[in-house]
């Protein structure tokens, strides 16, 4: 696919960022055994990335906004364009030394996600949308949601909340709904990631709670692109803000998303 000079930036940003994360990567096993553990390493390392992307797409769209994981938000002269990134989504993977993480760059425009990176380097995957161009892996191979149209045989994916974490309660009870009527479900700790294999047929849906705009702008757009639906868990919300998602294709979508939603909550 031929993208536009502003996926071309966003590529080019993730493709360097990805250079010095993979770097950082093999050391982290080496840390691993130190007493102060590799906690703070990490925390530079997404630093250091966040800083390399920062700069490829501020010197190449100086007016743009900037929204960073990391802290870092600019407000652009131009005000309807926001790049919107997560430099290192799966950090607690990335500092076990796990290789499934990923970097996502997004690119919002009067309040809508019009382009969308979602980059693996341990496996070497750039996942790619744009707004009415569809979605697509690496150079040429184009994103499809999964066409599984019976509940029992999907796989599902989310996150599970650690420890005293606000939305575990609710995660546990959809997880006892949702298990015995589908395939599987899949906690694999990158949101980004979720969203990417949802566009590309590997998962049939996802959904969590607890989420912000850098964890999934660039998926919402990946599903989208790729044929899927994309919505919040609950009627008045917004993704962005409000952090919850659900996304699946069209065929399962009611019964997914029906299942996830009858809380009463």
Same mark, same amino acid.
């Given at each position: 696919?031929?993208?536009?000079?502003?996926?071309?930036?966003?590529?080019?940003?993730? &493709?360097? #960022?990805?250079?010095?994360?993979?770097?950082?990567?093999?050391?982290?096993?080496?840390?691993?055994?130190?007493?102060?553990?590799?906690?703070?390493?990490?925390?530079?390392?997404?630093?250091?990335?966040?800083?390399?992307?920062?700069?490829?797409?501020?010197?190449?769209?100086?007016?743009?906004?900037?929204?960073?994981?990391?802290?870092?938000?600019?407000?652009?002269?131009?005000?309807?364009?926001?790049?919107?990134?997560? !430099?290192?989504?799966?950090?607690?993977?990335?500092?076990? +030394?796990? !290789?499934?993480?990923?970097?996502?760059?997004?690119?919002?425009?009067?309040?809508?996600?019009?382009?969308?990176?979602?980059?693996?380097? $341990?496996?070497?995957?750039?996942?790619?949308?744009?707004?009415?161009?569809? #979605?697509?892996?690496?150079?040429?191979?184009?994103?499809?949601?999964?066409?599984?149209?019976?509940? /029992?045989?999907?796989?599902?994916?989310?996150?599970?909340?650690?420890?005293?974490?606000?939305?575990?309660?609710?995660?546990?009870?959809?997880?006892? &709904?949702?298990?015995?009527?589908?395939?599987?479900?899949?906690?694999?700790?990158? $949101?980004?990631?979720?969203?990417?294999?949802?566009? #590309? +047929?590997?998962?049939?849906?996802?959904?969590? &709670?607890?989420?912000?705009?850098?964890?999934? $702008?660039?998926?919402?757009?990946?599903?989208?692109?790729?044929?899927?639906?994309?919505?919040?868990?609950?009627?008045?919300?917004?993704?962005?803000?409000?952090?919850?998602? /659900? $996304? #699946?294709?069209?065929?399962?979508?009611?019964?997914?998303?029906?299942?996830?939603?009858?809380?009463?909550?």
């Amino acid at each position: 696919m031929q993208g536009s000079a502003n996926l071309n930036v966003m590529i080019k940003a993730a &493709r360097k #960022a990805a250079r010095s994360l993979v770097k950082d990567f093999r050391e982290v096993e080496n840390l691993q055994v130190s007493s102060k553990g590799p906690g703070d390493f990490v925390s530079r390392a997404d630093r250091a990335a966040e800083e390399i992307i920062r700069t490829e797409l501020m010197e190449a769209r100086p007016n743009y906004g900037f929204l960073g994981e990391e802290g870092t938000e600019i407000e652009g002269k131009d005000p309807t364009r926001r790049w919107i990134v997560d !430099p290192l989504d799966g950090t607690t993977n990335f500092l076990h +030394g796990m !290789p499934h993480w990923a970097i996502s760059i997004a690119l919002e425009h009067k309040g809508e996600i019009v382009a969308g990176v979602v980059y693996d380097p $341990a496996k070497d995957e750039m996942f790619y949308a744009e707004k009415g161009a569809g #979605a697509w892996l690496n150079d040429s191979q184009r994103l499809r949601v999964s066409g599984r149209n019976r509940m /029992i045989e999907c796989i599902f994916a989310t996150g599970v909340p650690f420890g005293g974490a606000k939305y575990l309660p609710a995660t546990l009870q959809d997880l006892a &709904r949702l298990m015995p009527a589908c395939a599987g479900v899949r906690r694999w700790g990158s $949101a980004a990631l979720d969203l990417a294999y949802v566009a #590309a +047929g590997r998962y049939d849906g996802y959904w969590e &709670r607890g989420l912000n705009a850098w964890d999934v $702008a660039a998926g919402i757009l990946l599903v989208k692109e790729a044929g899927g639906l994309v919505q919040p868990i609950r009627d008045g919300q917004e993704i962005l803000t409000d952090g919850q998602v /659900i $996304a #699946a294709s069209e065929p399962i979508f009611d019964g997914f998303s029906g299942i996830i939603r009858d809380r009463g909550a």
